[in-house]
């Protein structure tokens, strides 16, 4: 089978071609119907079969056999433990702790949002909430109190889950006291508060709310899987749109097994059995379809990392992780390699390890820029493989179908549409551009499998942001191109999302921050191009007439005030006073033109400025 012609079957045989999809996963139910339209632009896939993920990810892999078969591997340097578990054990963990849940009467569609580091418990809750049809949503434990809450009171959680503490490279974060603050911050309130005690931390319980890990499974009667329908939400990821609230992308189950179990043959090329290892965090987008989810459905050994790639201990980290486990395909973001590379040019480290095992590796979150793409070739002598997707997708949009028919590579470029994205650059009237040219990346409706359902609480934003843009298509919020051989190209996004060190944020989020401290009249935060984290969010800010805080003064107020409501996450390092912001006649921030100041790129003076000496007043701070 060709890309080309499994492609066209995809678009202009959509429903056989799902139909087979769907035929390699377990159904309770399989689906008569495969696709079908909703009145919003949208439609669902599969609506009336019956499933449940956490059958279809362990309990399906014992029946086929792979029980002894080792399912997840926790490495943890932060802590020097490793801990493995069989599809049987780990089947047996997860029927154990929803069985504790339900106990906590949580149950079919209750929401349950788990804050954690990356320890197996947190893949352990997250296939527990799945096996009762609970809908969970993963919070990053390097968001800050203020988020957690923002999202509590989204997504009204019946229980939340977290641990006493996470580990980063010099410290050990308690976890507990943030997660007291968010509670108490927000207005709705969890019934119960489940907390893993680690060693390195011990939290304190809240009477009558909060319950240790360890006492509420101790006799609890593992769970069957509920059956629950294809369209039933399985979790709910937040994720940083234009304005400061959070958008809630809703994955049902059914389109995210079947696209992801797809997935792991046509992008990566894996085998049941193969060792997947994506180094991500399973608060991020990444870390639930390709730690927990997909290598699971596919039989593959998964592998949970707490650790950073440098410093713990060295730059050979992941070349270790890769010759310990005998990783077959390692899956990062390019920052994470960028790193690497800044301490070990040379890639001496690499030549200390076996890592025979590992075929390829696949980048992605951000764009992967051609020196670290060539660096990492150059080093390895494996397949460097660059695909694109969003959290709102939960799988790739663009890739090099290796699983298919693999192509050559061209740096800059994530290669081909995946088989069941139309994806069309347009201009804004939804009309394609020429080949080379530049435009936004949209998808043609429908959508495939696994693609946001819609915005969890407000379908209308769903439709807003998506969906309206360009009346037919899904708007990415990426802008790129097609070249003349049909590779498609991401340059970057078109709104004011940000991508920090591959974690997805938002300036508008920030600006909501900055403007808050009792100095500041008006502010911007934009994206300035950084060599090691890809963005980092540089404010300008305009103090109010009367204020006399001390610059300085002033900047070490807004960093802390950023982390500590943000998180430290998002390296908000720098707040520039400016007299004026530079606008359009119509009040408009050029938020364009400033981010080309901030990166040294060559900008046209905009005619709609209604002052174009104020460009020259920011290029002197800039440079200052
Ligand atoms: N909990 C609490 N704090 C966290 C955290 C977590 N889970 N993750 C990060 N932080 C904190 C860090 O401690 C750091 O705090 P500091 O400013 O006090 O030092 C801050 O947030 C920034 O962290 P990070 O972005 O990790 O930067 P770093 O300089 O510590 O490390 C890299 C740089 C490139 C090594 C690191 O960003 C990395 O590993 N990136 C890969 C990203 C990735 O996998 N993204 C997922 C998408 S696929
Ligand atoms: P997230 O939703 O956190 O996965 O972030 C999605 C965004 O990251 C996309 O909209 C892109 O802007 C960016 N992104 C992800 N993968 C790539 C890639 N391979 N090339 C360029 N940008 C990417």
Not at 10 to 38: G, H, N, V, Y
Not at 274 to 284: H, I
Not at 341 to 350: F, I, S, T, W
Not at 510 to 530: K, T, Y
């Amino acid at each position: 089978m060709s890309y080309n012609s499994e492609f066209r079957r995809s678009i202009d045989q959509r429903d056989d071609f799902w139909r087979e999809q769907a035929e390699q996963i377990d159904w309770i139910e399989p689906p008569k119907t495969i696709w079908q339209p909703l009145d919003n632009g949208h439609g669902e896939w599969f609506p009336d079969g019956v499933m449940n993920t956490s059958d279809v990810a362990l309990d399906a892999n014992i029946r086929a056999g792979r029980g002894d078969q080792t399912a997840l591997i926790y490495d943890s340097p932060v802590t020097n433990s490793q801990q493995t578990f069989t599809y049987n054990e780990l089947r047996d963990e997860v029927a154990r702790v929803a069985g504790a849940l339900r106990d906590q009467n949580v149950g079919k569609g209750n929401r349950v949002i788990i804050y954690m580091p990356m320890i197996p418990q947190a893949a352990i809750a997250m296939l527990a909430c799945a096996r009762l049809g609970a809908i969970h949503s993963v919070v990053f434990g390097g968001f800050a109190s203020h988020e957690l809450a923002v999202r509590i009171d989204d997504a009204k959680p019946k229980a939340l889950i977290t641990a006493s503490c996470g580990i980063e490279i010099s410290r050990v974060i308690e976890y507990k006291p943030l997660v007291d603050k968010a509670i108490e911050e927000a207005n709705h309130k969890p019934d119960t508060c489940v907390v893993y005690q680690r060693p390195q931390a011990t939290a304190t319980l809240q009477e009558g709310r909060d319950v240790e890990w360890n006492d509420m499974v101790a006799n609890a009667q593992p769970a069957d899987p509920v059956p629950v329908k294809s369209t039933d939400p399985l979790y709910i990821l937040y994720t940083s749109g234009t304005t400061g609230k959070p958008k809630g992308v809703v994955r049902d189950n059914g389109g995210h097994a079947v696209a992801l179990k797809y997935s792991m043959k046509l992008v990566y090329d894996a085998d049941p059995g193969d060792v997947f290892w994506a180094a991500s965090d399973v608060g991020w987008v990444v870390g639930h379809s390709y730690i927990v989810y997909a290598p699971l459905f596919n039989g593959c050994t998964t592998i949970l990392y707490e650790g950073k790639p440098v410093k713990t201990p060295d730059s050979g980290a992941f070349w270790r992780v890769v010759q310990d486990h005998k990783v077959n395909m390692l899956f990062t973001a390019p920052t994470a390699f960028r790193a690497v590379r800044k301490e070990d040019p040379e890639a001496d480290q690499l030549a200390k390890y076996d890592v025979s095992s590992l075929k390829r590796i696949f980048l992605a979150g951000e764009r992967l820029d051609p020196p670290t793409y060539e660096w990492l070739k150059e080093h390895t002598g494996l397949p460097v493989l660059d695909h694109w997707w969003q959290t709102e997708t939960g799988w790739a949009i663009c890739c090099n179908p290796i699983g298919i028919e693999p192509m050559d590579t061209k740096p800059g470029s994530a290669t081909v549409p995946s088989p069941g994205f139309n994806v069309q650059v347009v201009d804004p009237d939804g009309h394609q551009v020429a080949a080379g040219e530049q435009g936004q990346v949209a998808v043609k409706l429908p959508l495939p499998p696994s693609c946001l359902m819609t915005v969890w609480g407000d379908d209308e934003r769903f439709q807003n942001s998506y969906l309206k843009t360009i009346p037919g298509f899904y708007t990415s919020g990426d802008g790129g191109f097609v070249d003349d051989d049909g590779y498609v190209f991401i340059m970057g996004r078109t709104d004011d999302v940000i991508n920090v060190a591959g974690h997805r944020l938002s300036t508008g989020e920030m600006e909501e921050v900055v403007a808050s401290h009792p100095a500041i009249a008006e502010c911007c935060v934009v994206g300035a191009q950084d060599e090691l984290k890809g963005q980092i969010p540089i404010g300008l800010v305009l103090m109010k007439d009367g204020a006399t805080i001390d610059q300085d003064e002033l900047e070490e107020e807004l960093v802390e005030m950023v982390r500590d409501k943000i998180g430290a996450i998002a390296c908000f390092r720098r707040a520039i006073v400016v007299e004026r912001l530079p606008k359009t006649r119509s009040g408009k921030i050029l938020r364009r033109v400033i981010r080309q100041i901030a990166n040294g790129e060559e900008y046209n003076v905009p005619s709609t400025i209604d002052d174009p000496a104020i460009l020259d007043e920011i290029s002197s701070k800039f440079s200052q």
